[in-house]
Nanobody
């Protein structure tokens, strides 16, 4: 069993900051890519930012210069530091991780349940 536990969402005014965290736990032996996606009401889920085990990052153009993804491999945790937040950043933010399972050695993708981020104007 695998769990991705997200925290750090909430309500913030435009221009403010939030930091999301996501810790992976369960029966896996290694983690490759971790990251964040978001889904706003009436829209499809979209990439926010990802980071590989080698700390190579990828992020959406809409958040470059404002959001920073990082990870702590010792804690199996990925972070998303969000600065200069805008109302259009309002969405449910989902954690994602590629995990190598202990029981068969295969890689599988897992999602967290999501955490709400609301930016007021």
């Amino acid at each position: 069993q695998v769990q991705l536990a997200e925290s750090g969402g909430g309500l913030v005014q435009a221009g403010g900051s939030l930091r999301l965290s996501c810790a992976a736990s369960g029966s896996f032996v290694s983690i490759n890519t971790m990251g964040w996606y978001r889904q706003a009401p009436g829209k499809q889920r979209e990439l926010v930012a990802t980071i590989t085990s080698a700390r190579r990052t990828n992020s959406a153009d809409s958040v470059k210069g404002r959001f920073t993804v990082s990870r702590d491999n010792a804690k199996n945790t990925v972070y998303l530091q969000m600065n200069s937040l805008k109302p259009e950043d309002t969405a449910v933010y989902f954690c994602y991780a590629e995990l190598r399972m202990a029981w068969d050695g295969n890689w599988s993708g897992y999602w967290g349940r999501g955490t709400q981020v609301t930016v007021s104007s």
